[in-house]
C-alpha cells in the first residue's frame, strides 16, 4: 500500500510572528533551515529568491527539493553548503551554523558538473579531500579504494578524467563527496546530464549508498520519478520569490525496497501524481511546470 500525503504547509511550523529564531535542534536535525530568506541584488535591482523558508531534515532522511526553473533550489543548497549566506533567518547543521559545519566536514557535496581535476587520477580525485584536510598518505589510498569499490570503479583508479564516461565520472564526484564519510550530503542535479540509463542507474546506486553510510541527503532535481524514487519526502517549492509550497511525504515502504522493480509499482505512480498535482497547484497551471521533467 502506498502512503502519499501532500502537506501545503512548510515541513516545520513558522515560529510566532516576532519571536526570534530558535537556536539549533538537536543531532537527530540534520539541516534545520529557519525563516531563511534571500535577496540578490544586482545592477537591474532585487532578485528575491528565497522568502520565509523553513525546512528541517531529519539525520539519515533523504528530501528532494523540486520545483520551476528559477525557483530557489541551488540557492537554498548553497546557503546550506556555506556558500552563501541568508539574508535573514537561521540554518543549522547538525545543531551548528553551516561555516562550522562546513569546518566539521560534516557534508559532502556533488553538483551537476562533476568538476574533477583533469589531471589527476580518479584516486587522486577522491583523495583531495582527505588530502586538503592534512589525511595521511597510507589513510587516503586506503579510504579511496574503498570508496571507489563503493561506486564500482576500483578497475578505473589509475585512469584520468577524460578516459572515463559522464556516468563513471559523476561516480567519482559521488565517491569523493563521501570520502570524508560526511553524515549530510548536499546534490545539486548531480545526474541531470546523464542519459536516462545510467540515471536510473546512478539514483539505485545512490539509494543503496546511502542505505550503508546512513547519510543524510538533501537533493535538487527537475525529474518528479527522481525525486520520488529517492526521496522520503519531497519539497515543492514556488517560482518568484521562492517558497515552500507543499512537501510531499513519499512512504513507498509497502512496495518492498527501493530497487528498479519500484519504478513499475502502482504506488510509485501514485506518488509521482502526488508531486506532480503539488507543483501544479502551486502554479495553477494544468500543464507541466516549466523545468520540471514529468516524464
Ligand atoms: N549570484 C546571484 N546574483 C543574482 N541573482 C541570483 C544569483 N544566484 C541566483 N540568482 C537568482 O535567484 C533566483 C534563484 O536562482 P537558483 O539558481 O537558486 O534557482 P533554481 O531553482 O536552482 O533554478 P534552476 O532550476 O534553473 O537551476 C533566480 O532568479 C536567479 O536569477
Known sequence: MSDVSTATEPATAAPPAGSPAQPTTGPATAVDVRGVSKVFTTRAGTVTALDDIHLSVAAGEFVS???????????????????????????????RPPRVAREARDYGIAFQQAGLLPWRTVTANVELPLELHGVGRRER????????????????????????????????????????????????????????????????????????????????????????????????????????????????????????????????????????????????TAVPTRGVDVR
Open 65 to 95: 527539493l523540486i520545483g520551476p526553473s528559477g525557483c530557489g533550489k541551488s540557492t537554498l543548497l548553497r546557503l546550506v553548503a556555506d556558500l552563501d549566506e541568508p539574508t535573514s533567518g537561521e540554518i543549522a547543521v547538525f545543531g
Open 141 to 284: 589510498a586506503s579510504r579511496a579504494a574503498e570508496l571507489l569499490a563503493l561506486v564500482g570503479l576500483t578497475d578505473f583508479a589509475g585512469h584520468f578524467p577524460h578516459q572515463l564516461s559522464g556516468g563513471m565520472q559523476q561516480r567519482v564526484a559521488i565517491a569523493r563527496s563521501l570520502a570524508e564519510s560526511p553524515s549530510l550530503l548536499l546534490m545539486d542535479e548531480p545526474f541531470g546530464a546523464l542519459d536516462e540509463m545510467t540515471r536510473e542507474r546512478m539514483q539505485t546506486e545512490l539509494v543503496r549508498l546511502c542505505a550503508e553510510s546512513g547519510a543524510a541527503v538533501v537533493f535538487v532535481t527537475h525529474s518528479i520519478p527522481e525525486a520520488v524514487f529517492l526521496s522520503q519526502r519531497v519539497v515543492v517549492m514556488s517560482p518568484r520569490p521562492g517558497r515552500i509550497s507543499a512537501v510531499v511525504d513519499v512512504d513507498l515502504a509497502g512496495a518492498g525496497e527501493r530497487t528498479d522493480d519500484l519504478r513499475e509499482d502502482a504506488a510509485f505512480f501514485a506518488a509521482v501524481t502526488a508531486v506532480r498535482e503539488a507543483l501544479h497547484h502551486g502554479t495553477g
